[in-house]
């Protein structure tokens, strides 16, 4: 395992700039996911680590080696795909053991068949081994694309969105498996999602990455809690923070400078009320059987939150509502700090 | 129940009118195609006399007399001469006397026959080896002008082959390549080596580069990759381009009548001449054209579950 640097980073497409000035660097044996939208440039990240495409400036350094021009093959870099990810020629054994049979290696076969079981056993597909690729169900595809990475004990494994084609139940059962098999081998991750119940449960620190720049990295925590702007902000959170108007909902000193507040669930004091004290009232309730999620409109502005199923609140009833310590954002979006 | 329903039906399952018809008309296409080869067959059994009677003779005692005379070169003799012959050995020997003459030696046909062997899967394994990794090098790298040269490279298909034929006489005249079977093997690699570009090409570009960056990443390089990633998946491909590669050349004639008149004579000019003198042997000529026919039919019949998945390649999955 090694530390991955990148540092000053450019890759551009004919017009498109896909990554833009990136500077990262993922600490040995740490889990870092990339965060961010379709089209922000994770993929090509991903594939300038692995040498599938040549940075147009800029350096890549694995373990301190200087790899920005080294092929693929000398890397030493395992890559989960985003799709297309097994050979439909072999079956899912001879897919799992084809890094290991690979002119760069050549793994005894005895050891080969000894750490495929092992693998097949723990993404429990050791039933489904001699099946062609194409005999296998997406889910079952995923979970060997994964496992031809396990297989190696390469410098950095890079995940491309790894588990977005597997259902919830399992997508849950994998994200905790793969991060019981990360804090065992002490494997050094570079994950990309655009899932923020991924990034949040599974990263040492996040990424958050728009239109090729990183825009800010930092323990989920700091990432949650206190956001560099607007856009990081409204990346996690469930359900998506409320960006309002200063002032339009009553909180204590605003910040000078404050154009924006941002308010999460748990930034909200609400509480029925009638008449004058009525701020807002009840547009409808969701019922997601785990949470219950509030719409609100105050004036024209829609408020999304999550309510207590005992809170006894009815559609149309009048509320009032109060925000401690909400973020606090400058006309650009850039978070200011302070205020009530 | 309502049109629409029915309509809808008939989607999924071919109703039983509209099966017995396309049967119908996918049999009488099988008659149409295999009656002349059937024709050729059976003529190439008839003695000489059956082979012209008028009205065509549909039943017939068969006779190994068109083989002989295809494998063997006879010389006429008297009457008193074939008496006083030791008792003939063979069936052949005794069809060949009957009308009377003897066996002289063997023909030509083997060295010709071994020619166009030689010639049309030599030409047909050179074309699809330059077609695949021509194809594979536009289909993955960035060639400059690619799109003008992939055009230039197809462009040498759209003259008729036979409107150089005459330069290509005398280019391979001088150059001492006429008559030879180098010289016809290069021949028809340039002209299949197109068309195995072009369709290569197609069957390269739709195998995802994924397959081949994974291998790649997988510690194997970029030529190992090509062998154990690209080449199996593209063996649709492949076989396809190979079958019709081999079909052009096998049955080449304007080229091998112009360039080749002995060593290196193919079976197509050949042929025509197995009627002999007489213009009576059709026979021979049958047996020829049969034996003609066997190689090119092995080879289709094996390749044919890889022909199938060529023509439907992308439909389906597995
Ligand atoms: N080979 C390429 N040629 C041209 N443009 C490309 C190429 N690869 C990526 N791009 C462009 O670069 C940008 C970043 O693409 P990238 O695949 O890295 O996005 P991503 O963050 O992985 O998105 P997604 O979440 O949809 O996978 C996009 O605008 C994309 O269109
Ligand atoms: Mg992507």
Avoid at chain 2, 138 to 160: C, G, N, W
Avoid at chain 2, 269 to 274: T, Y
């Amino acid at each position: 395992m090694a530390e991955v640097a990148l540092s000053g980073v450019t890759k551009r497409f004919r017009t498109v700039t896909a990554v833009d000035g990136l500077d990262l660097t993922v600490a040995d044996g740490e889990f870092l996911v990339l965060l961010g939208p379709t089209g922000a440039g994770k993929t090509t990240t991903l594939r300038l680590v692995a040498g599938l495409e040549r940075a147009d400036s800029g350096t890549v350094r694995i373990g301190g080696h200087d790899v920005t021009t080294l092929d693929p093959s000398s890397r030493d870099v395992a890559f989960v795909f985003q799709q297309y990810s097994l050979y439909p020629h072999l079956t899912a054994y001879d897919n799992l053991a084809f890094p290991l049979r690979s002119p760069a290696r050549r793994v005894p076969e005895a050891e080969i068949s000894q750490r495929i079981e092992e693998i097949a056993t723990m993404l429990r597909i050791a039933g489904k081994l001699q099946n062609r690729a194409t005999q296998l169900s997406g889910g079952e595809m995923q979970r060997v694309a994964i496992g031809r990475a396990l297989v190696r004990r390469p410098s950095i494994y890079l995940m491309d969105e790894p588990l977005s084609s597997l259902d919830a139940k399992l997508r849950a059962d994998l994200r905790l498996e793969l991060k019981r098999i990360q804090g065992e081998l002490g494997a050094t991750v570079l994950y990309v999602t655009h899932d923020q119940t991924e990034a949040m449960t599974m990263a040492n620190r996040i990424g958050v990455i728009e239109n090729g720049r990183l825009i800010q990295v930092g323990t989920p925590r700091e990432i949650y809690t206190e956001p560099r702007n607007v856009y990081v902000a409204t990346r996690l959170g469930q359900p998506a923070i409320n960006l309002l108007p200063a002032g339009l909902v009553p909180n204590g000193a605003v910040p000078a400078g404050a154009r924006t507040v941002g308010a999460r669930t748990e930034h909200f004091r609400i509480k029925k009320a009638a008449g004058d004290a009525a701020v807002g009232r009840v547009e409808w309730i969701e019922h997601l059987g785990d949470q219950n999620h509030l719409h609100v409109a105050v004036g024209d502005q829609k408020i999304v939150t999550l309510v207590d199923p005992d809170a006894r609140l009815e559609r149309g009833d009048g509320i009032s509502l109060a925000l401690v310590d909400p973020l606090y954002f400058d006309a650009a979006g850039n978070r200011i700090r302070g205020g009530g | 129940m309502s049109a629409t329903s029915d309509q809808a039906h008939s989607v999924v399952a071919p109703s039983g009118a509209s099966k017995t018809i396309a049967g119908a008309l996918v049999i009488v296409y099988a008659l149409v195609t295999i009656i002349p080869l059937v024709w050729i067959v059976m003529t190439s059994f008839k003695t000489p006399p059956d082979s012209i009677a008028y009205p065509p003779k549909l039943i017939f005692t068969p006779s190994i007399e068109g083989y002989c005379n295809l494998f063997t070169t006879r010389t006429r003799q008297t009457p008193e001469y074939i008496a006083a012959l030791p008792p003939a050995e063979t069936e052949c020997d005794r069809v060949v006397r009957s009308r009377n003459m003897v066996i002289a030696g063997p023909s030509n046909v083997i060295p010709r026959f071994i020619n166009s062997i030689v010639i049309a899967f030599g030409s047909t394994f050179l074309a699809v080896f330059l077609g695949t990794i021509t194809a594979y090098g536009f289909s993955r790298f960035k060639v400059p002008l690619a799109d003008d040269l992939l055009f230039f490279i197809l462009s040498t298909r759209f003259m008729p082959p036979i409107a150089v034929a005459i330069p290509i006489y005398l280019m391979y005249r001088t150059i001492g390549l006429s008559d030879t079977q180098l010289g016809m093997i290069l021949l028809y690699t340039a002209v299949n080596v197109s068309l195995a570009v072009w369709l290569l090409k197609g069957f390269i570009d739709e195998i995802p580069r994924e397959y081949e960056e994974a291998a790649l990443i997988d510690g194997y390089s970029r030529l190992h990759a090509f062998v154990k990633v690209v080449l199996p998946q593209a063996a649709t491909g492949i076989a396809a381009t190979a079958i019709f590669c081999l079909i052009f050349a096998w049955n080449e004639y304007a080229f091998a009548v112009l360039l080749t008149s002995g060593t290196a004579q193919t079976m197509p000019p050949f042929i025509p001449f197995i009627i002999g003198e007489g213009g009576q042997d059709w026979p021979a000529v049958a047996a020829g054209t049969t034996l003609f026919l066997i190689p090119i039919f092995v080879f289709t019949v094996l390749l044919r579950k890889h022909l199938l998945r060529g023509i439907t390649f992308g439909a389906v999955r597995k």
